[in-house]
């Protein structure tokens, strides 16, 4: 392939060096090689630790959040609950 006069072309090399990423992520941890083009991903471990809270402001569907049972208590028990938010209600999971 030929180089036309200031008309850059296409090569492996360029577009992986166009790649620009920027990991501030915390727990997880992302990266690019640009000489092999592989994004690597390490997320979170095993386990996740959800501590309980009050009612979540602003809900989106596929939110999951630990109920305290006593200044948010969904389930009217009184017991600490695994609650996901689906089609603009609280459901419990656990």
Do not use: H
Request: hydrophobic share 35%; glycine share 8%; charged share 20%.
């Amino acid at each position: 392939m030929t180089k036309i006069k200031d008309k850059p072309y296409y090569t492996d090399c360029r577009a992986r060096r166009a790649i620009n990423l920027s990991d501030t992520s915390g727990q997880n941890s992302i990266s690019y090689d640009e000489d092999t083009g592989v994004l690597s991903f390490t997320g979170l471990s095993d386990i996740l630790t959800l501590n309980p809270v009050s009612e979540p402001v602003s809900p989106v569907n596929g939110n999951i959040a630990m109920a305290d049972g006593s200044t948010w208590n969904p389930n009217a028990d009184g017991t600490q609950a695994l609650m996901i938010y689906i089609n603009g209600a609280w459901s419990k999971i656990i």
